[in-house]
């Protein structure tokens, strides 16, 4: 069995370092190390006269999971965050607008005379923790910061402590989850994101590692059997039930509209809802299930008394130790001329 080692450690290390946010390079390095779904980074990166675009990269989209790429967009609203709080921390503001025509593309317009916003110092340290929590509380103070830095135009997080209402949304996310894993398409969809060992993870510098979802790493060939044998419905319901019951709460990021304008503040919104988190030693980890089975998300919807406001994400959060990070592509590898 092949080991993390020292190269994914030497890899994370150089990757998840500070950068000059007064530099191009640098605001985009700062943005690429968003949350991304499935960490396919479907995203490309071109200066402008005005700032910044960012625009959809499709030929990383994920048809099965995201058939209608709301998390495609939302991903870029989490790198445009990033990039807007570097922008803060270089001294310059930031404005974001959302072009829909073509593919759409989110523009960043960068002035003079911003401010520094303290959730940038949280971009390094940010990651997805997919682990068992400690089953400890979070303070409502916290619960408050989180939901004050998570309130953007157009989306909002709802946080869920009551232990009755989990259990209401948990079934929910164990029937869409069932539907997911039983799908063949979906499996092979994620089988092909998965990185089942550091080698991979390096070359390919994106998908999602094994190690990072706490899996033993395995050599490709294996991991791809593995996965084949052990992807069942009663073994990852199991663990979504046991990662739920271990946390202190869930959270929902929920916009006004179902748009990809609104499906970017979603991911803005999610994005300080992390790093807001990772600032007060909260972790999280992402349980979409419920919101990416069309037959599961107006149930949530109505669960939730959110009436016509579209439930984008839905995660858990609670305390536990780091996990393994994941890689990026490097910033030539996203941007162009
Ligand atoms: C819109 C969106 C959807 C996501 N969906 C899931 C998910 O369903 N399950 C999961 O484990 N992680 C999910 N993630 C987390 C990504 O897999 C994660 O951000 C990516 O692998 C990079 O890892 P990092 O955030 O730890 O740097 C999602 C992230 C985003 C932005």
């Known amino acids: ?25 640098g605001l985009v390095h700062y943005a690429t190390l968003a949350a991304n779904s499935h960490n396919a980074q479907a995203w490309r990166f071109r200066q402008t006269a ?14 099965v999971a995201d058939g209608d790429h709301h998390h495609l967009y939302a991903s870029l609203g989490c790198a445009a965050e990033n990039l807007m709080l570097a922008a803060g921390a270089a001294g310059r503001s930031s404005a974001l607008e959302f072009t829909p025509e073509g593919d759409g593309r989110v ?33 409502a103070a916290d619960l408050a910061a989180l939901e004050a830095a998570a309130r953007v135009d157009g989306a909002e997080v709802m946080l869920i402590t009551d232990p009755a209402r989990i259990a209401q949304v948990l079934e929910l996310i164990l029937t869409a989850n069932a539907a997911q ?3 063949p398409a979906f499996a092979a969809e994620l089988k092909s994101w998965l990185r089942f060992n550091a080698r991979s993870a390096i070359e390919t510098g994106d998908g999602l590692y094994a190690a990072s979802s706490g899996n033993p790493t395995l050599p490709t060939f294996l991991g791809r059997f593995m996965f084949d044998r052990f992807f069942t419905v009663a073994a990852e319901n199991d663990r979504h039930a046991r990662q739920v019951r271990s946390s202190a709460g869930l959270a929902i990021l929920h916009s006004d509209r179902d748009d990809p304008a609104h499906w970017v503040q979603a991911g803005r919104s999610y994005q300080r809802f992390a790093l807001q988190a990772t600032a007060l030693g909260i972790r999280h980890a992402h349980l979409n299930q419920p919101v990416e089975v069309a037959a599961t998300r107006p149930q949530l919807q109505s669960l939730l008394g959110l009436g016509s406001r579209r439930p984008d994400m839905l995660l858990r959060f609670g305390y536990a130790p780091p996990m393994p990070r994941s890689l990026r592509r490097p910033v030539a590898a996203v941007i162009d001329a």
């Open 107 to 139: 523009e960043v317009a960068l002035g003079q005379g911003g401010g520094a916003d303290p959730l940038f110092e949280a971009i390094l340290a940010r990651q997805c923790t997919r682990s068992d929590y400690d089953g400890r509380a979070v303070s």
């Open 1 to 25: 069995m092949l080991t993390r080692g020292p190269d994914h450690d030497a890899a994370t290390a150089a990757l998840w370092s500070p950068r000059d946010p007064a530099t191009p390079d």
């Open 181 to 183: 894993v039983s799908d």
């Open 50 to 63: 005005e700032g910044v675009a960012i625009r959809p990269d499709m030929s990383r989209a994920l048809p």
